[in-house]
């Protein structure tokens, strides 16, 4: 048979090389194909571990391709490379080759064959097709092939027809023109594929939909979004504070010793992010697996200065950055997005100052939402700026009337944001709160692929991380200000936990401790999404609000929605 493309199906000019995987990835979503293969994304779930687990066998082994006139008696031979000059095409597969010459791939699946005519899906078709195109490219007969499920233990039979092979070069070449375009195409609508889709977190189908106004019910309905990614997550961010201590690995764990004693020992799989406090030592064996696994480490030092991040190559693809700074040379669009920032983190702090104070401030959140409404009549980002200061002059002037009656509110707080360095102890602890919030959000940034030192509110300088500032905006209030009032009230610190001089107030290892301990349990709390209206916790919405904003600037969605509680 002919694997030469039809005359209507030509092969684009372009030098790369397809990999099967793209074309079976494009078969089964072409969505999930452009955020592997042209944005680089990727994310485990457990159906990608349980499709690895099976795979161990046939992965371990390395077989050449047997020659196509050799030994008449039957051969297997395991994970053969290919490739086709003719279809720039390559792929690894699994071979059977029986006495009569005839070549089958076999190509094995983690579960049990789906209830249908065909006993497949047409993903699983094209995989095969495209192997038996590469095995007839090296003069092999290749006519059916198998698809071998694993949890049924039972194989289906594929057959090779003239329509699943002009089927599978037409997906060929588009995915072959889908590799070069900037642009991602918009998610499936209402899919049952997303469920099992590892990438659905990063891709978030029905919010992106729901904000591009693109659904299939009725404008009198209201649109179900289905929270496809897990409402936590299992790691957690593992904090080192001990001076001298010294970070190290052992098989799948991170190790911590001073000296000869072992300090801790944490399973890889429970750390999402490593942060180092001051004077910790990081051998370059675990720096090495960390950057492998893409599990960021944070670097602080010992005064709660954020000095950066250690990050693995993760992704390939430079649009979103590219996008993001044609957005920040664009006036216009990057007000527009510093607007809703500030918008969004001035209403949560009359928000929070609305909730919790314990006397009235009727007179402080009327002056402050008659502020809050001219932030959109700001003509340019200078006079944004002025205003957010004037809104932040009020709310702090209050912020004391938040903490409980009974704490020693003088000796904590003198009713004014202060720093560099803070003077009392509330101070000392939002500096720290906004320390480690930067480095959540400079995280989730970058795992978006934009730059966190090039922002849109706070104007770029040497070693800034200003579009982590802008969208840690929206978030102060919500995570570090409720952070500090809730150790302070529920007295997990205490006046003794800090230092207090005519230089500044500094945290005692007990108070930075206890704050850290309050500050992960704030981003644990699950809330409902107030777009969404599902349940999530706080450290998956800023993940969400980072993807949102890369949306926003690749022109996937309209515009930047930020984070308000009611």
């Known amino acids: 048979m002919d694997i030469s493309p039809s005359a209507s199906l030509p092969i684009l000019d372009l030098p790369e090389y397809l990999t099967i995987d793209m074309v079976h990835q494009y078969a089964y979503c072409p969505r999930r194909m452009q955020l592997m293969y042209v944005d680089g994304r990727w994310d485990d779930n457990i159906f990608t571990e349980q499709g690895r687990s099976v795979h161990t066998r046939v992965d371990s082994e390395q077989d050449p391709l047997p020659p196509a006139d050799g030994d008449p008696e039957p051969v297997i031979a395991r994970s053969v490379s290919l490739s086709s000059p003719l279809l720039r095409l390559s792929g690894k597969l ?54 071998y499920f694993a949890a049924a233990r039972k194989r289906v039979r594929v057959e090779f027809t003239p329509a699943l092979e002009a089927r599978a070069l037409h997906i060929i070449n588009e995915v072959r023109a889908l590799i070069i375009t900037k642009e991602l195409l918009p998610p499936l609508l209402d899919s049952p594929k997303c469920y099992g889709c590892s990438l659905v977190g990063i891709c978030l189908p029905d919010e992106t939909n729901l904000l591009i106004g693109r659904t299939e019910k009725n404008a009198e309905e209201t649109m ?17 504070q001990e001076q001298g201590a010294r970070v190290g690995k052992k098989g799948e764990a991170v190790t911590v010793s001073k000296g000869k004693e072992l300090l801790g020992s944490f399973p890889l799989k429970d750390v999402s992010q490593l942060v180092l406090c001051g004077n910790i030592s990081l051998s370059a064996q675990c720096l090495h697996l960390l950057c492998e696994r893409g599990i960021p480490v944070v670097h602080l030092s010992m005064g709660n200065w954020f000095y950066g991040v250690t990050f693995g190559i993760s992704l390939k693809n430079a649009y979103a950055r590219a996008s993001q700074f044609t957005t920040a040379s664009d006036e216009a669009k990057s007000l527009a997005i510093a607007k809703a920032f500030i918008e969004a983190k001035t209403r949560n702090q009359r928000t929070l100052l ?29 006079e944004l700026v002025g205003l957010e200061g004037s809104i932040a002059a009020l709310y702090f002037s209050e912020w004391g009337k938040m903490l409980a009656e009974n704490s ?14 803070p003077k009392d102890p509330v101070n000392a602890m939002l500096s720290f709160g ?7 959000i400079t995280v989730a940034l970058m795992s978006e692929g934009l730059d966190p030192f090039w922002g849109f509110l706070h104007r770029p300088r040497h070693g800034k991380p200003a579009l982590a500032l802008d969208l840690m905006e929206e ?38 401790k206890a704050f850290i301990k309050a500050y992960e349990l704030r981003l644990d709390q699950m809330i409902t999404h107030p777009i969404f209206d599902y349940r999530c916790s706080w450290r998956s919405v800023i993940r969400v609000q980072a993807r949102l904003l890369s949306k926003t600037l690749r022109g996937e969605i309209p515009g930047y929605i930020g984070i308000t509680t009611r």
Not at 104 to 117: A, F, H, L
Not at 224 to 239: E, Q
Not at 358 to 371: C, D, F, Q
Not at 434 to 440: D, P, S
């Open 94 to 147: 699994d071979l059977r080759e029986v006495g009569d010459g005839q070549a089958i791939p076999v190509e094995t699946k983690r579960g049990s064959p789906p209830d249908n005519e065909e006993r497949s899906y047409e993903p699983e078709r094209i995989q095969l097709m495209c192997q038996a195109l590469l095995l007839r490219e090296h003069n092999h007969t290749s006519n059916h092939g198998m698809l």
């Open 475 to 512: 978030f102060r209030p919500l995570i570090i200000d409720s952070s500090v009032i809730s150790a302070i009230n529920n007295r997990m610190v205490e006046a003794k936990d800090f230092i207090v001089g005519s230089a500044g107030c500094s945290m005692k290892d007990t108070a930075r």
């Open 408 to 421: 020693p509110t003088n000796t904590f707080f003198h009713n004014l944001r202060n720093r560099r360095p």
């Open 354 to 382: 609305r909730r919790n104070a314990r006397s009235s401030v009727e007179k402080t959140l009327s002056e402050m939402k008659k502020s809050i409404d001219r932030i959109e009549r700001c003509k340019n980002t200078e």
């Open 434 to 440: 906004y320390a480690l919030l930067v480095k959540e």
């Open 224 to 240: 179900d979004i289905r929270r496809l990614y897990p409402a936590r997550d299992d790691a957690l961010p593992l904090y080192i």
